[in-house]
């Protein structure tokens, strides 16, 4: 089972974000084949402003890492390294109605709050159907709001399939959390940044404190029999707490607990869930380089499984292969193409390879091994997993740029069977 899912750096993440998709993704980490990425395209269609972005981007990264995301596990990567999603969406822009568009709920809100849309915001759902479609997605966990764009993704695929070949594109499902799929801000309303009722998951406990005292209660004094009907301050407690706990508070509630003590408990409750998590935030944050390793590693995997699944749809619909993109005919093009390993010794006694295109230019370099079966098997899984097997050789290899795309080719060459 591939699961995917996605979140756009937009601000700071916040505790309706966290149980409406963040929580519900990372339980089925270990569940099947986890892609988990930073819609970092999607978010330039709100945030025009590069530093800021580039700030949400890192925020958002370390959000991923600090609520439980096992890089090892997962392939946890940045949209915008992987330029495959903007060219499959242009593709499947192509068949999409626009009465499709013109339909989805978070276009007609966003406009009808006086929002005067790009054209890149009406796209929105193809992009985000690139992005699932792309990676062949079975299990799309995401919050109630965006049900409807797994929805058009299903359409699109349809159609893609209808007109290019069945079997092209698979039908993704997505994944609601029905307990908490609406998750009350400090108002009472959904959170949500829009709405300005935000608890940001993150918020150092002075903030989280003053947040929660701010949260909207009705008149009742202490002693009088408290509703949990429409309680925001109990909703929230609940995603936190066990169904015992939520028990105990709801009893707490009948017997007339006073306001600010239940803020206090609700405090206490959410801090209790979040200091672990916020160290491993704080350490994150003051590590950005680490970070960029594992975004980098992620994104190789991704293309490793994003540029085969183009170099397939390029042949259906009439384009160029990526894989044998030259402007020599085709079978003068693959000999081009073919790059190849050369195992050797140095005179410091070392056993190195190295991946040489057709020309002889180096397009990745060992550094040195104590056999030549070390050598042997690195070049042995690399012509397994192609660049899928990049991030794990790292260690093994002088440094190299994972986005360059002759290597990726030359990779993608030696991997795949030739037809
Ligand atoms: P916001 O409304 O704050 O801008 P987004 O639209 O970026 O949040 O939502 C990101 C993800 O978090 C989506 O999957 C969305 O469904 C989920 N989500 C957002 N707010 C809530 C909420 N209050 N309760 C449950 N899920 C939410
Ligand atoms: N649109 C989603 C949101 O606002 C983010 C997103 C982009 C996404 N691409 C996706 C979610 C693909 C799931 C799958 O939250």
Redesign the pocket.
């Known amino acids: 089972m591939r699961i995917?899912?996605?979140?756009?750096p937009s601000g700071r993440l916040h505790i309706g974000n966290f149980f409406g998709?963040m929580e519900p993704a990372l339980k089925l980490q270990h569940e099947g084949d986890a892609y988990y990425f930073i819609?970092d395209y999607?978010s330039l269609t709100s945030v025009h402003d590069g530093k800021a972005l580039r700030g949400y981007v890192r925020e958002l990264a370390v959000d991923f890492l600090a609520c439980g995301l096992d890089p090892t596990k997962c392939v946890f990567f940045r949209q915008s390294d992987v330029p495959e999603h903007t060219e499959l969406s242009w593709i499947l822009s192509t068949v999409t109605p626009m009465g499709l568009l013109e339909r989805c709920h978070s276009y007609k809100d966003k406009i009808a709050n006086g929002i005067s849309a790009s054209h890149g915001l009406f796209a929105y759902p193809v992009l985000?159907a690139a992005?699932?479609l792309l990676y062949e997605s079975d299990v799309?966990p995401?919050?109630r709001d965006?049900k409807q764009?797994v929805e058009v993704t299903r359409d699109i695929a349809i159609k893609m399939n209808e007109t290019f070949g069945a079997g092209l594109f698979k039908l993704p499902n997505p994944r609601i959390q029905e307990s908490t799929a609406v998750v009350p801000g400090l108002d009472g309303q959904k959170m949500s940044k829009s709405y300005d009722n935000t608890i940001p998951l993150f918020a150092p406990r002075p903030e989280l404190k003053k947040l929660i005292a701010g949260i909207k209660t009705d008149s009742r004094a202490p002693g009088e029999a408290k509703s949990t009907e429409g309680s925001a301050l109990f909703q929230i407690y609940q995603a936190f707490a066990s169904a015992e706990e939520t028990a105990a508070f709801a009893q707490d509630f009948a017997n007339g607990i006073a306001w600010g003590d239940a803020k206090d408990r609700l405090f206490e409750r959410i801090d209790f869930e979040i200091a672990p998590m916020r160290a491993r935030y704080e350490w994150l944050m003051a590590h950005p380089q680490e970070v960029e390793v594992m975004l980098h590693a992620g994104a190789a995997k991704a293309r490793a499984v994003a540029t085969p699944f183009m170099a397939r749809l390029r042949q259906a619909v009439g384009l160029r292969s990526l894989a044998t993109a030259t402007t020599r005919g085709p079978a003068k093009a693959a000999k081009a193409a073919a790059a190849s390993f050369k195992q050797y010794r140095e005179k410091d006694g070392q056993f190195y390879f190295k991946l040489v295109d057709a020309k002889g230019a180096l397009l990745l370099q060992s550094l040195g091994l104590d056999s030549p079966q070390a050598a042997g098997k690195a070049i042995a899984l690399l012509k397994a997993q192609g660049a899928g097997a990049l991030a794990e050789l790292q260690p093994l290899l002088a440094p190299f740029d994972a986005q360059h795309a002759p290597l990726l080719q030359a990779l993608h060459a030696l991997s795949t069977p030739a037809e």
Do not use: C, E, N, P
């Open positions: 995917l899912s996605g979140l756009q998709m819609a999607h985000m992005d699932i799309v995401v919050g965006q764009h």
